[in-house]
């Protein structure tokens, strides 16, 4: 929570995670139109038809207010960094392959991102108390998003009537990881940046010393040549 607050304290930080979160949500809905082009089950294709929609409506939520906020407080000074290893918005839907999922993955991966979604925007929701305006817009979209929460876990059910305990723990782990690698190759980024200052402060200098050295030793200007080593034809020295 106190990460939360940090990151949504911050009025530039405010408008890149929203900026942030309209793409994710739009991208979001065009996995879902997918998912409602290849599915086979009539009910599946109306419910994905609708909750794309939402999804688009949740990006253009979003930009209209990173827009409002962009336009009561002037111009961005300048990018500002904090919780890019968090997961994008919640949904981390592009971390999706529709064409590879069948309806029982599709519902098992929508279920858990969305639950995820739904905890994360309660949390926004909470520490934006000074922010009625962006708490509103969370608000609004967390109502959405339990519905798509209880829908995939309804039609999962469904069409899994016994496995879908197993699909949604598969699910959960998949996320996981996924949360795993993007934490691990942030601080992987954050290693490398420290080992090449390092690099650059502790074993370039002596090289750059022995150039130096080297440099001074040498004389300036032309430089004869042994008479023995100017005269073969075949070879440059
Ligand atoms: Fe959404
Ligand atoms: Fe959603």
Known sequence: MPIHRWIWRDRERRVQKLLRFSETETDGGRDLLRAAE???????????????????????????????????????REPR???????????????????????ETMLAFLHVAEK?????????????????????????????EMFHMNYTLTQLARVSPERHGTRLWRARLTRL???YLRIASSIAGLIGGAILIIQYFVVLPPFAWLAKRAARREQPGWTAIAPERNDAMRQQY
């Open 177 to 179: 990881w996924k949360t």
């Open 81 to 103: 960094s904090g919780g890019e290893w968090l997961p994008p918005a919640g949904h981390g839907l592009d971390d999706l392959d529709v064409g590879l999922e069948s309806d």
């Open 116 to 144: 995820s979604a739904a905890s994360r925007f309660t949390v926004y929701s909470e520490v934006l108390r000074s922010d009625p305006g962006t708490q509103h817009v969370f608000d609004d979209i967390l109502h959405d």
């Open 38 to 76: 290849l599915t086979s089950d009539p009910l599946l294709r109306r419910l994905y038809l609708l909750h794309a929609t939402d999804e688009q409506r949740h990006g253009i939520l979003f930009r209209r207010r990173a827009a409002a906020l962009l336009h009561a407080g002037g111009p961005l």
